[in-house]
């Protein structure tokens, strides 16, 4: 999406060595790929920006796409999003509109954008939610994902996060710890959160806690072997509570070393802890 953060994304990946090119119409992507193919190694990992500015050349990424995976290129498609609101106050506080907007609203151009993405987000590999992310945050994020020259077959994002704060864009699985009684009602545990011992054993000790958390890793398991027979390199499990400060944080920190147990590279994140 315009204003989700491209173009820090593709500083970061410069700076991690790959050859970026921005507002790349996509049917030239397929070139690119055979100009790298000629360069004897010097330009083995190729970045494109592609997004909306590119207009009636846009029809063409999905076609590009396609043939690059017909030709078996080893690709990967990062869509970076953020909700209305926070796109609306990036383009007003930079006073540009959106590359859509025309005579309309800034939110009449977000809008039609994500209708003309809307089955390449579908698509994607990798989901970013950049709505509550400042750029060092964002950086981290992609450090994490490209920084290795040798991939693993497999990443996963853990993130706990607060139901009243909004469901994160970027999940592809969300659960609800819910249902389990809250910490926050305990006096003596209303001030700490779900990564203390003594939260993480009230939390464990409710009935259910653990045969929720056995079966939702057994679960995991069949997700998992399957996301890797399909080549889907990235997975982003959501483990929600009320506030994202107790019950979710105790789970996703036991579900991330089942995960890490399983041979899954996983990147743990408590989206609102402290927030409140």
């Known amino acids: 999406m315009s204003g989700a953060g491209r173009s820090t994304a593709a500083k970061c990946l ?46 063409d990424l999905l076609t590009s796409l396609d043939e690059l995976e017909k030709r078996g290129v080893r690709l990967r498609v990062v869509f970076l999003d953020s909700s209305d609101d926070a796109l609306v106050r990036r383009f007003e506080s930079v006073r540009r509109p959106h590359p859509l ?7 009449d151009g977000i809008a039609q954008e994500r209708e003309l993405l809307r089955e390449l987000r579908g698509e994607a590999d990798l989901v970013i939610d950049t709505s509550n992310l400042n750029v060092h945050q964002l950086r981290a ?21 607060g139901f009243k704060y909004g469901l994160p864009v970027d ?19 209303r001030a700490r959160t779900g990564t203390d011992s003594d939260v993480a054993d009230y939390v464990f000790q409710q009935p259910g806690a653990n045969e929720f958390l056995n079966g939702y890793a057994e679960l995991l398991r069949i997700v998992t072997e399957g996301y890797r027979r399909e080549g889907k390199r990235y997975m982003t499990l959501a483990v929600g509570c009320t506030g994202g400060k107790h019950r979710s944080v105790a789970m996703s920190e036991r579900l991330t070393k089942r995960l890490i147990a399983d041979g899954v590279e996983t990147v743990l994140v408590h989206r609102d802890m402290g927030r409140e």
């Not at 907007?101 to 939110?107: F, S, Y």
């Not at 994020?141 to 996060?161: C, G, I, N, W, Y």
């Not at 910490?183 to 545990?189: A, R, Y």
């Open 101 to 107: 907007q025309g005579d309309g609203r800034i939110v």
């Open 141 to 161: 994020k992609l450090d994490a994902q490209f920084a290795d020259h040798d991939e693993p077959e497999l990443r996963a994002t853990v993130m706990s996060f």
């Open 14 to 59: 410069e700076d991690l060595g790959w050859f970026v090119v921005d507002n790349l119409p996509p049917a030239l992507i397929p070139t690119m790929v055979d100009l790298g193919a000629r360069s004897q190694g010097n330009v083995a990992r190729i970045g494109a920006v592609v997004d909306v500015r590119g207009r009636q050349f846009f029809d």
């Open 171 to 189: 999940a592809d699985l969300v659960v609800d710890c819910r249902f389990l009684p809250n910490p926050h009602w305990v006096p003596e545990l």
